[in-house]
């Protein structure tokens, strides 16, 4: 979605003037006659025709192919090389990253434009004013590293703390020994290798009386531990980490020590039937690192977990989670809502057979993009032109508390699902679960297990008494549980291998 953007004009028009200047004269020149407020970087290629890149096209700079010459130019024009195959302009945000041969000579060159946007942080503002430890995650290009120099800002020059950034590439704080302007009155470690990050993030608490640290890319179990130290010391932590959402930091082993790390528990009979789960669990070992989780889904789009501790615990229970939508919108208003309920997230059984094939209805998304997913999966489906006419309609998450979207609902019979985002994966992903497609299991053996699961829920729900399902497959025993939990029931695994197989209780 496109946002109202804010910036400092006349500063980023004179760094990109700065990294121009880096170029040989002739290539100067073809870059100077286009839209130089669009660049996103430079490529230098030796022996192929230099190219400039905007965000919609990519634009030739002559028709001389880059020779080693012009390589040493720009390189003697820059700061020095790191172990990283990174240099910069001072003072500047720029990046200009070297590709070697095997000799370790720059044979090529990316200039990638640097500038610092203000009001990138509207949707997060008010989450600084509470001093808790906030992590962001999300793919490349989603805007973390610009967050954070806002955020070191705002931190420091509005709400007036004592800010130290831990700048790793220099990429926060832009090259050379005084920091860029848009990291406001933080100041600015920089990290001689990075293996020594987080020896530097302990140094910065030890010598110098942070109240905040500011870190990117935290990515290894010593940068995972030194996070937990400062936060134990009572400095405020704000930090990015790999992975694009607070799951994908559950099952990874390095990082799930920053929200809280899980273990493995064996409960006796007894605990296990007061919480209505099985033997064996996963749960939460110890308080998250980070109060916060704030997923970034692109620019203008973020999912914030107030909870993460909260969060977490509803994660590994297999209840998913809820938080807070927030988006900003092009006329530059931010809209805050509630992600629904996870049981609501759940691809629902139909609700009684019916001939013919259902009906999908997409609502503001693609529907070119959804009969091609129909096609590929063979599905007793097709879309139609209204919601009224639909079994089925299919919506972005985002658009959950869409007025008009709940009247439609409310006046017909259509379920509901709900997709983050309008791609033919994510699609997919859910008329497999919808449909209870399994990819490399025989259909009528689905269809076979779907039954037999079904009149096992109708008996428990009848007589109050657990049934004990035929063993399955893992991938069909998934799908048990799915259907287990759509009637709010407990399956539970028994056995082993090939004897292993589902038992459904009452609640």
Request: charged share 30%; glycine share 8%; aromatic share 2%.
């Amino acid at each position: 979605m496109a946002t109202k953007k804010g910036g400092n004009g006349s500063r980023d028009v004179d760094d990109i003037q700065l990294l121009i200047m880096t170029l040989p004269a002739d290539f100067q020149a073809h870059l100077r006659e286009q839209p130089l407020e669009q660049l996103i970087e430079v490529v230098m290629d030796l022996g192929r025709i230099p190219q400039a890149r905007f965000p919609e096209k990519v634009v030739a700079l002559g028709e001389r192919p880059v020779a080693h010459e012009d390589i040493a130019h720009v390189v003697a024009l820059t700061g020095e090389f790191t172990g990283e195959n990174r240099a910069g302009i001072e003072r500047t945000l720029h990046r200009i990253s070297g590709i070697r041969n095997r000799k370790g000579q720059i044979i090529g060159l990316t200039l990638r434009v640097g500038r610092a946007v203000l009001g990138t942080i509207e949707l997060l503002r008010d989450l600084l004013n509470d001093s808790q430890n906030i992590l962001l995650l999300g793919p490349p290009g989603v805007g973390k590293t610009t967050k954070l120099r806002e955020m070191a800002r705002v931190l420091a020059d509005e709400l007036h703390k004592r800010v130290i950034v831990i700048d790793t590439s220099n990429e926060i704080g832009g090259d050379g020994d005084i920091p860029h302007p848009g990291i406001g009155g933080a100041r600015r470690m920089q990290v001689p290798r990075p293996e020594r990050q987080h020896a530097v993030m302990i140094e910065a608490v030890e010598n110098h009386m942070p109240e905040v640290i500011i870190v990117d890319e935290i990515g290894t179990q010593e940068e995972a531990a030194a996070a937990r130290t400062i936060a134990e010391r009572g400095v405020q932590l704000v930090g990015t980490a790999h992975g694009n959402t607070l799951e994908n930091l559950i099952v990874n082993p390095t990082l799930s020590d920053l929200i809280g790390g899980v273990q493995t528990v064996t409960l006796s009979d007894e605990e296990a039937r007061h919480r209505g789960t099985m033997k064996t669990i996963t749960e939460r070992k110890s308080p998250p690192t980070f109060d916060i989780v704030v997923e970034l889904v692109d620019r203008d789009e973020v999912v914030i977990h107030r909870n993460t501790a909260v969060a977490v615990d509803s994660l590994l229970r297999g209840r998913g989670t809820r938080g807070e939508r927030r988006e900003r919108w092009t006329n530059g208003q931010v809209h805050v809502a509630e992600i629904p309920a996870p049981e609501a997230l759940l691809p629902p059984a139909p609700a009684r057979p019916r001939e013919g094939p259902a009906r999908l209805y997409p609502y503001a998304l693609s529907r070119d993009l959804l009969e091609r997913v129909i096609r590929d999966l063979r599905l007793e489906a097709r879309t139609v032109g209204s919601p009224e006419q639909a079994d089925l309609v299919i919506a972005l998450r985002s658009r959950s508390d869409d007025m008009r979207l709940k009247k439609i609902l409310d006046a017909g019979e259509a379920s509901l699902q709900l997709i983050k985002r309008n791609s033919a994966s994510d699609m997919r992903r859910l008329l497999q679960n919808y449909f209870n497609i399994i990819q490399g299991v025989d259909e009528e053996e689905v269809q076979e297990t779907v039954r037999e699961t079904e009149q096992a829920i109708e008996k428990v729900l009848a007589e109050g008494v657990p049934v004990a399902l035929s063993p399955r497959r893992p991938v069909l025993r998934k799908m048990q549980h799915r259907l287990a939990i759509r009637s709010n029931l407990i399956a539970q695994s028994t056995g082993s291998e090939p004897e292993r197989h589902l038992v459904i209780h009452p609640p």
